[in-house]
């Protein structure tokens, strides 16, 4: 069995590092060329500390790739109606090609009511029903970021993956069920377990590539990992660790790493895996939709 190394962990931070520079210079040129800044709007509503950390990274990063950004905070006290006309006011805005709605929402705001009054074309999140609908049938519409950078990543690592067999352990909207779309459309045979899945360590152990995503810390143990399968680990879980001391917590996935490690080929860490790549595929999605909105094609 392959050991724990360097060189069968994926690292996403050096990958979503790439993936800026790339988007970096597609900037520039839209600028040069075409006159075009593509302009990305994030919303939040409320004080929650975790999305409020989310946020404030969307936003440095997309100045710091040329980008327009704007960021507009609503109090907890916001209506839905409130948001709803801001959404209306940035769909309207010429400037802005990419609009993102930080989830989740205080109660009282409809959070599909929200993600469907973003104009599809401007659904830098890949959420609307519009966008589900398209990629769920081959159209070309906004894909999700976190399943657009696993995605990446398992093309750079595999290459062709036709005829693999993928299992996603996750039925979400926002990871599960686009990922194993995207899956699909690699020509993988796809399977979609989940936490109620009858003999889910079986199916784990079938599969050429293991996608985790179910929210469940280290529920995939490392001896359901094939030998030489390739590990995306989308989950991140905070618990605790008494060994750091009292009230200290630390980040796994939804896989065991150190188990699954020693089997995979290749494999994702937490934190450093799928986690930087989603904000990356957020800027890179925002490009594509100014592109898109203008005619333009880099």
């Given at each position: 069995m392959?050991?724990?190394?360097?060189?069968?962990?994926?690292?996403?931070?050096?990958?979503?590092?790439?993936?800026?520079?790339?988007?970096?210079?597609?900037?520039?040129?839209?600028?040069?060329?075409?006159?075009?800044?593509?302009?990305l709007a994030v919303i939040i509503v409320g004080h929650d500390p975790a999305s409020e950390v989310y946020v404030r990274n969307k936003v440095k990063q997309t100045a710091e790739v040329g980008m327009h950004s704007v960021h507009h905070e609503l109090p907890e006290t916001a209506s839905e109606a409130e948001l709803l006309s801001l959404v209306e006011g940035l769909n309207a805005d010429p400037k802005i090609h990419g609009i993102l709605v930080q989830l989740p929402l205080p109660k009282g705001i409809n959070e599909a009511a929200i993600i469907g009054a973003i104009a599809p074309e401007k659904d830098v999140d890949g959420f609307h029903v519009v966008n589900s609908g398209l990629l769920a049938t081959g159209g070309k519409g906004m894909v999700p970021c976190t399943p657009l950078g696993c995605m990446m990543m398992l093309s750079d690592t595999l290459g062709d993956m036709s005829g693999l067999k993928?299992?996603?352990?996750?039925?979400?909207?926002?990871?599960?069920?686009?990922?194993?779309?995207?899956?699909?459309?690699?020509?993988?045979?796809?399977?979609?377990?989940?936490?109620?899945?009858?003999?889910?360590?079986?199916?784990?152990?079938?599969?050429?590539?293991?996608?985790?995503?179910?929210?469940?810390?280290?529920?995939?143990?490392?001896?359901?990992?094939?030998?030489?399968?390739?590990?995306?680990?989308?989950?991140?879980?905070?618990?605790?660790?008494?060994?750091?001391?009292?009230?200290?917590?630390?980040?796994?996935?939804?896989?065991?790493?150190?188990?699954?490690?020693?089997?995979?080929?290749?494999?994702?860490?937490?934190?450093?895996?799928?986690?930087?790549?989603?904000?990356?595929?957020?800027?890179?999605?925002?490009?594509?939709?100014?592109?898109?909105?203008?005619?333009?094609?880099?």
């Amino acid at each position: 069995m392959p050991s724990v190394t360097n060189s069968n962990i994926i690292d996403g931070k050096a990958f979503a590092a790439r993936v800026r520079e790339s988007v970096t210079a597609d900037v520039a040129r839209l600028k040069s060329d075409h006159g075009l800044t593509p302009g990305l709007a994030v919303i939040i509503v409320g004080h929650d500390p975790a999305s409020e950390v989310y946020v404030r990274n969307k936003v440095k990063q997309t100045a710091e790739v040329g980008m327009h950004s704007v960021h507009h905070e609503l109090p907890e006290t916001a209506s839905e109606a409130e948001l709803l006309s801001l959404v209306e006011g940035l769909n309207a805005d010429p400037k802005i090609h990419g609009i993102l709605v930080q989830l989740p929402l205080p109660k009282g705001i409809n959070e599909a009511a929200i993600i469907g009054a973003i104009a599809p074309e401007k659904d830098v999140d890949g959420f609307h029903v519009v966008n589900s609908g398209l990629l769920a049938t081959g159209g070309k519409g906004m894909v999700p970021c976190t399943p657009l950078g696993c995605m990446m990543m398992l093309s750079d690592t595999l290459g062709d993956m036709s005829g693999l067999k993928a299992v996603v352990v996750g039925r979400s909207n926002i990871v599960g069920k686009p990922m194993a779309q995207l899956l699909l459309d690699a020509n993988c045979t796809v399977t979609i377990a989940h936490s109620r899945t009858k003999n889910l360590a079986d199916e784990v152990r079938a599969a050429d590539i293991v996608i985790a995503a179910a929210g469940r810390p280290e529920m995939v143990k490392g001896s359901w990992i094939k030998d030489g399968a390739t590990v995306i680990d989308v989950g991140i879980n905070r618990i605790p660790a008494p060994e750091r001391g009292e009230g200290k917590m630390r980040l796994v996935g939804d896989v065991d790493f150190t188990g699954a490690a020693e089997r995979a080929s290749a494999i994702t860490p937490v934190p450093g895996g799928v986690g930087p790549m989603t904000i990356a595929c957020l800027l890179r999605n925002t490009v594509t939709a100014a592109c898109r909105q203008n005619g333009v094609v880099l």
